[in-house]
């Protein structure tokens, strides 16, 4: 029996493993027909404890679109979880009805326990304000196609580097490249953990901390725009005064390069003004269905099938 593979962190992945699923999200586009059944009789279960529209609708259109069939929910309160079962007794449980399982908990670690209570994969699709694996595989299939490369670039991340788990696993990604280079946009009070500023010294990578974004905007091939999460706040006079740090808008992007890639992985609430979407460096809702055909990558790549030669 082949070893269960499940992924928690990006790093779960060697990059070798990050360009194979890159180039099977390519393939897909480029021959639908040959993923059109490929997953005949195989179950996703979308667990989200947590609400979402991207994530688990492009989980569920990817499974579908590979020819598979999907079962879930999409809130605690629509699950056994209301009544007090444990994420343990849930996933015992999911594991004997799919074949595969995507989790969405508010709770940092809880897919790493769900992996070890059963035998079918398990994808972390957000955990609290710790990682979103898949959400950085989408990110990275983006840049990829925008870009033609995941290397040699300046990437600007702005807004709640804190608690913003797809701006550390981002991060964690980008380091594995060479001559990535950071400039951490954010107020004092959002800044990037400690953790992740010693991961970017250890790894050689040059990094800066900045609080406006005019003072970074010029030198960005990639700007990646993140939402202050309401959710992840104690105090909500806190999450009020911080809410609108950044808004970017067409004025502050005359001063942009005209190649620049501007990312966001949504919901966005006013961080980019909606005047910036027709744009044509705007690449986030590009980047939202890069998102279905990196799942339906990985989906493969974690159930072991390969497309018939
Ligand atoms: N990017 C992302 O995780 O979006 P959702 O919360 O809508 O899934």
Redesign the pocket.
């Known amino acids: 029996m082949t070893d269960i593979r499940n992924l928690i962190n990006i790093t779960d992945l060697t990059v070798a493993e990050i360009d194979q699923l890159i180039a099977t999200a390519d393939d897909i586009v480029e021959n639908p027909k040959d993923y059109q059944s490929i997953c005949a009789h195989k179950k996703l279960a979308t667990l989200f404890f947590?609400?979402?529209?991207?994530?688990?609708?492009?989980f569920e259109a990817a499974m579908l679109e590979l020819g598979g069939s999907i079962l879930g929910f999409s809130s605690a309160n629509s699950s056994s979880a209301a009544k007090g079962e444990s994420v343990s007794d849930t996933i015992q449980t999911v594991g004997c009805y799919a074949e595969i399982i995507a989790m969405?908990h508010p709770k940092e670690g809880a897919p790493i326990v769900a992996s070890q209570r059963t035998t079918v994969p398990i994808i972390n699709?957000?955990d609290g304000g710790h990682f979103?694996p898949t959400?950085t595989l989408?990110d990275l299939l983006t840049i990829k196609r925008k870009k033609g490369r995941l290397s040699d670039m300046t990437v600007g991340v702005c807004g709640d580097l804190k608690f913003g788990r797809?701006v550390h696993s981002l991060i964690e990604a980008m380091l594995r490249y060479p001559n990535v280079k950071f400039v951490l946009i954010s107020p004092e009070e959002l800044q990037v953990p400690d953790y992740m500023k010693e991961k970017m010294t250890q790894a050689g990578a040059q990094w800066t901390e900045v609080e406006k974004l005019e003072d970074a905007m010029g030198s960005l091939d990639i700007l990646y725009m993140t939402r202050v999460q309401k959710e992840r706040f104690f105090n909500e006079a806190d999450y009020i005064r911080l809410k609108d740090s950044y808004i970017l808008d067409l004025e502050k992007l005359q001063a942009a390069k005209e190649d620049l890639t501007i990312l966001h992985?949504?919901?966005r609430v006013n961080e980019i003004s909606v005047e910036v979407d027709k744009d044509p460096r705007a690449a986030y809702f590009f980047q939202?269905l890069c998102?279905k055909h990196i799942r339906m990558a990985l989906i493969l790549f974690l159930l072991g099938i390969e497309k018939k030669a």
């Open positions: 947590e609400p979402s529209t991207r994530t688990r609708l492009s969405r699709a957000g979103h959400q989408t797809t992985p949504l919901p939202a998102g």
